[in-house]
T-cell receptor, first 112, second 115 residues
């Protein structure tokens, strides 16, 4: 079955640690995205990548980093510079321009 | 800048009631695309509909219907004869033509359908 797989489902981070969230897709989509969702709020764009080896900052990129070495994979690193990382993180992909996005099931990150 | 407003943060209805979720958007672009997504408790967003700014026809898909009115910048979503399985958070979103694939989301409406 084609889709987007995010792992882990739950992640706990200690203060000062970097953590990496995985996102893999087998839909053969060129574009991939990372969104952050806070309770009772909509989704905000962190980073996006339209093609391999290229990515751009979204609205809230500070404290995050990404890489896009393979078409299928778009991992997100939450660095210690992100002061309030507790949130629900969603990865998505799109086939073309202005088409519907396909989403993974998300990773819930909690700082302990 | 583009903006999407979903004024209803939570709606509670009893099964079989009809319910309308409101969505109002702002954009300077004449060409844009509107979307609705459903987020069930499992977390992933599920695509429901995409509408471009040149197509103001209302759409019906089973118990779901959408009313797009450019004059009021609204793209409202109605569920007829609601069911418990409709309980979810629903998001309205916008892509401007010159914004590539950048979705701007509303804050979401949590719909609770009680048996």
């Amino acid at each position: 079955d084609g889709g987007i797989t995010q792992s882990p489902k739950y992640l706990f981070r200690k203060e000062g640690q970097n953590v990496t969230l995985s996102c893999e897709q087998n839909l053969n989509h060129d574009a991939m995205y990372w969104y952050r969702q806070d309770p009772g709020q909509g989704l905000r764009l962190i980073y996006y990548s339209q093609i391999v080896n290229d990515f751009q900052k979204g609205d809230i990129a500070e404290g995050y980093s990404v890489s896009r070495e393979k078409k299928e994979s778009f991992p997100l690193t939450v660095t210690s510079a992100q002061k309030n990382p507790t949130a629900f993180y969603l990865c998505a992909s799109t086939e073309g321009l202005r088409t519907e996005a396909f989403f993974g099931q998300g990773t819930r990150l909690t700082v302990v | 800048a583009q903006k999407v407003t979903q004024a209803q943060t939570e709606i509670s209805v009893v099964e079989k009631e009809d319910v309308t979720l409101d969505c109002v958007y702002e954009t300077r672009d004449t060409t844009y695309y509107l979307f609705w997504y459903k987020q069930p408790p499992s977390g992933e967003l599920v695509f429901l509909i995409r509408r471009n700014s040149f197509d103001e026809q209302n759409e019906i898909s089973g118990r779901y219907s959408w009313n797009f009115q450019k004059s009021t910048s609204s793209f409202n979503f109605t569920i007829t004869a609601s069911q418990v399985v409709d309980s979810a958070v629903y998001f309205c979103a916008l892509i401007e033509n010159n914004a590539g694939n950048m979705l701007t989301f509303g804050g979401g409406t949590r719909l609770m359908v009680k048996p």
